[in-house]
């Protein structure tokens, strides 16, 4: 603990969320939280202190059991996996967030950070997808704003296991995830266009086609521009969607994704604003 933080005054919310990103790097996550939460017993009618430490609640960190799958948060102990998908260089093209040319200490690296990451921070949550023990995929939400309530979901599912059933319920938990958990408005999907089957799925679950980006990323390996199919739900849309709530109605209710939250508007964009 720091002397600032030892006194009887508040601290400044923005000084504490510097100071346990600097905790989380340096001794682990589990010390970030127990500063925070020692700093809530302290200061309990703080507003600023109440929001990080919801967002340092280990709920966070916890698998997410839905249907046929399971959701772990990514991390270390899932390199093994993941850098299978990285040599799968046409799964690993389609989920766009593992680059050609990444190495095993590039993705060691990045899981480690991610396994100490808070959502507002990194403004992105990626979980590994299991049926079982097996890993069969990934699940993630990008470029998360709170100013704008929107995100970009990115999922893929490995050969062999992308069953209607276990598509679904990836697709579902997540989204519960996104509007109830992380209160977002919308959530939309930037797919390439060579994977137009992914994009009629997605129309299937409820996903409105807005458009094509046209050559909106260069394909290193092609050497040529790709365009881009853009598609969204809104948080409205899922509501009301028959289909979807149907599915997620025959699912036993985990509390964590059935609780709808609203976060401050500012939350992980001060800096970028």
């Avoid at 127990?34 to 919801?54: A, N, S």
């Avoid at 698998?63 to 991390?75: M, S, T, Y």
């Avoid at 995100?151 to 990836?170: K, W």
């Avoid at 997620?248 to 059935?258: D, S, Y």
Wanted: hydrophobic share 40%; glycine share 6%; net charge neutral.
């Amino acid at each position: 603990m720091t002397p600032e933080f030892n006194s009887q005054l508040p601290p400044q919310a923005d000084a504490v969320q510097e100071w346990l990103a600097r905790l989380r790097s340096q001794q682990g996550l589990a010390k970030a939280q127990e500063t925070i939460f020692y700093l809530m017993r302290k200061f309990p009618d703080h507003l600023g202190l109440q929001v990080l430490r919801d967002w340092h609640d280990p709920v966070w960190w916890k698998p997410i059991e839905f249907g046929a799958i399971r959701l772990e948060r990514r991390g270390p102990e899932h390199f093994e996996f993941l850098w299978s998908l990285v040599l799968q260089k046409e799964f690993a093209h389609q989920l766009k967030h593992l680059p050609p040319g990444l190495t095993p200490s590039d993705l060691m690296l990045v899981l480690s950070n991610e396994s100490t990451a808070i959502i507002p921070e990194s403004r992105a949550i990626t979980w590994v997808i299991f049926k079982g023990e097996q890993p069969i995929g990934m699940s993630m939400f990008v470029n998360i704003n709170f100013k704008n309530r929107t995100a970009e979901q990115i999922m893929g599912i490995m050969p062999g296991y992308d069953t209607s059933f276990l598509v679904a319920d990836a697709y579902f938990s997540s989204l519960l995830v996104a509007y109830n958990c992380l209160g977002l408005n919308k959530v939309q999907g930037l797919i390439y266009d060579s994977n137009e089957s992914a994009a009629t799925l997605q129309q299937r679950f409820g996903f409105q086609r807005e458009g094509r980006l046209r050559q909106a990323v260069w394909h290193e390996e092609s050497q040529r521009y790709l365009d881009l199919i853009q598609i969204s739900l809104l948080h409205e849309e899922f509501l009301v969607n028959r289909f979807i709530q149907r599915y997620i109605g025959r699912e036993a209710r985990n509390p964590f994704l059935m609780r709808r939250q609203e976060w401050p508007r500012s939350t992980g964009d001060r800096h970028r604003e």
